[in-house]
């Protein structure tokens, strides 16, 4: 009987906790989801647009469109039920605690003018000059172009926390986009979150020895039913009522 009531305790720790880790990686996982999604989009690139010449007449409606290599959209899909299978997944999850998740801050290309050619390297740019390419010299004619280039910044998280659960250096560290602060900060929590519910599935499960459970009145109940060979009546009152929680030592 104090092994059933033991069990119960165990059964209710186990669901509760596996409730709880469910709960957090599906949390985590509609973040990654996010996270994929950002990275993509700050690799869009925007096409280039051959000069032409502003002076003339003739109208011109060239559309601004992204690069076929960078347009910014996932194109893979990879369910969980496929990913476990992979050759590289049995290693990979064995070594989960020698990862740490580091975040990038995806921000848009401000309004500000470029200073000279060389800032405008990468970076999709509408410019003016005798050729319609961006350069640095004066402005001899009224050619203009569209440069090639991205319309995103990424940079490091320089906030706390800057990274997932292990704060400790890792030994590999995946990247993980996000679209502010806020965002890396809650998918940094998630991840703690993440490791400490699973964590929690295997640890801390209540102790069925007796002396671990003196405040615990269930057990106290068992005990004395145990004592009084039966589990109802007089007797299992008469039996707990006897029982003296601080006299139930490991000896």
Not at 22 to 48: E, K, P, V, W
Not at 53 to 72: H, I, L, M, Q, W
Not at 178 to 187: D, L, V
Request: hydrophobic share 40%; proline share 4%.
């Amino acid at each position: 009987m104090l092994f059933a009531e033991c069990t119960r305790q165990r059964s209710r720790h186990s669901l509760k906790a596996a409730q709880t880790a469910a709960a957090a990686l599906t949390d985590l996982a509609f973040a990654g989801g996010m996270a994929a999604a950002t990275r993509m989009l700050a690799q869009l690139q925007i096409a280039n647009i051959n000069a032409y010449d502003a002076g003339t007449e003739a109208t011109k409606r060239d559309p601004v469109y992204p690069s076929t290599f960078a347009t910014g959209l996932e194109t893979k899909l990879c369910r969980i039920t496929e990913a476990v299978k992979s050759p590289r997944a049995a290693p990979e999850t064995t070594g989960a605690k020698n990862w740490q998740l580091v975040y990038h801050i995806v921000k848009t290309e401000t309004a500000t003018p470029r200073a000279s050619k060389a800032a405008t390297n990468g970076k999709a740019t509408l410019c003016l000059s005798d050729n319609g390419a961006c350069k640095d010299a004066t402005n001899d004619g009224a050619f203009y172009s569209v440069q090639a280039g991205t319309i995103f910044t990424t940079a490091e998280n320089t906030h706390e926390p800057k990274h997932g659960h292990n704060s400790a250096e890792a030994k590999k560290k995946t990247v993980w986009h996000t679209q502010s602060a806020g965002e890396a900060q809650m998918a940094a929590k998630l991840d703690s979150d993440a490791h400490t519910a699973i964590a929690a599935q295997t640890s801390n499960a209540p102790s069925c020895n007796p002396w671990d459970n003196t405040a615990n009145q269930h057990f106290l109940k068992a005990l004395a039913a145990a004592a009084a060979e039966q589990t109802t009546g007089d007797k299992v009152t008469a039996a707990l009522a006897n029982i003296k929680p601080q006299t139930i030592t490991k000896t």
